[in-house]
């Protein structure tokens, strides 16, 4: 499984906003690597920004 799809899942199954911190935790991804995943979403517009540094799936 791609790690773009690991962290979509993850933030779903969370239904409530999460920092890149809280997504590593729950993926064992490195909050590094989650963070360019966030970014690389958002620009795809899957993923959204309710506020500062937290993140939903649209």
């Known amino acids: 499984?791609?790690?773009?799809?690991?962290?979509l899942d993850?933030?779903?199954a969370a239904a409530k906003?999460?920092?890149?911190?809280d997504v590593a935790e729950l993926t064992?991804?490195?909050?590094d690597?989650?963070?360019?995943i966030i970014g690389?979403?958002?620009k795809a517009a899957k993923v959204?920004?309710?506020?500062a540094c937290y993140y939903v799936v649209k």
Do not use: F, R
């Open 10 to 12: 993850a933030m779903k």
């Open 48 to 51: 959204e920004s309710p506020k």
């Open 17 to 21: 906003p999460l920092k890149a911190g």
């Open 28 to 31: 064992g991804i490195p909050k």
């Open 1 to 7: 499984m791609d790690a773009e799809k690991v962290v």
């Open 33 to 36: 690597e989650v963070t360019k």
């Open 40 to 42: 690389k979403l958002k």
